[in-house]
T-cell receptor, first 111, second 114 residues
Framework: TQLLEQSPQFLSIQEGENLTVYCNSS?????LQWYRQEPGEGPVLLVT?????EVKKLKRLTFQFGDARKDSSLHITAAQPGDTGLYLC???????????FGTGTRLTVIP | NAGVTQTPKFQVLKTGQSMTLQCAQD?????MSWYRQDPGMGLRLIHY???????DQGEVPNGYNVSRSTTEDFPLRLLSAAPSQTSVYFC?????????????FGSGTRLTVV
């Protein structure tokens, strides 16, 4: 059973376009993290959101945590080839000793 | 550079062989874990440790053993390799569990069992 579902699974866009990636669950999370993974490397933490409704911006990336703390989104403005990678969301539940990872969204930005 | 170091980077095993994947971190993190990553399956937790001397099973522990004798090291042992264990393995560490403690991942070990 996958606690976190990400959509879309694959996304191929032209440089300069905007995009949104979604991370959804029927479970409540105390916090949610987003990672980016490049080929041959481990995931790298981008951001952690902890408050329902919270919005965080990291340059051209905007992260939002749903009011009910069950979902999150990642919006990229004016995508660049350097944004290419696998984007993973991961949720933390109170009392759990590990993160639950989504299946990922593989983004390709074409120059 | 500070971080999580995994060795080896690549490994090919024959069915039935055993081996140990090494993981070391120099950030004095209490929490360490092992994941495997397979296409379409995401990252699945194998084993984890909340401190030296303490380990526990994750989602897919069968066929793997771990130990945590020091804060720095968390090796993963494959007892008798099977083709189903062909995967990319990641070690991760964190200051603690809970809110705001992001994971630092190693660069992975790509294991092929033939």
């Amino acid at each position: 059973t996958q606690l976190l579902e990400q959509s879309p699974q694959f996304l191929s866009i032209q440089e300069g376009e905007n995009l949104t990636v979604y991370c959804n669950s029927s479970s409540v999370f105390s916090s949610l993290q987003w990672y980016r993974q490049e080929p041959g490397e481990g995931p790298v933490l981008l951001v952690t959101v902890v408050t329902g409704g919270e919005v965080k911006k990291l340059k051209r990336l905007t992260f939002q945590f749903g009011d009910a703390r069950k979902d999150s989104s990642l919006h990229i403005t004016a995508a660049q080839p350097g944004d290419t990678g696998l984007y993973l969301c991961a949720g933390d539940q109170t009392g759990a000793n590990n993160l639950f990872f989504g299946t990922g969204t593989r983004l390709t930005v074409i120059p | 550079n500070a971080g999580v170091t995994q060795t080896p980077k690549f490994q090919v095993l024959k069915t039935g062989q055993s081996m140990t994947l090494q993981c070391a971190q120099d950030m004095n993190h209490e929490y360490m874990s092992w994941y495997r990553q397979d296409p379409g399956m995401g990252l699945r937790l194998i084993h984890y440790s909340v401190g030296a001397g303490i380990t526990d099973q994750g989602e897919v522990p069968n066929g793997y053993n771990v130990s945590r004798s020091t804060t720095e090291d968390f090796p993963l042992r494959l007892l008798s390799a099977a083709p189903s264990q062909t995967s990319v393995y990641f070690c991760a560490s964190s200051k603690s569990t809970g809110d705001n403690y992001g994971y630092t991942f190693g660069s992975g070990t790509r294991l092929t069992v033939v």
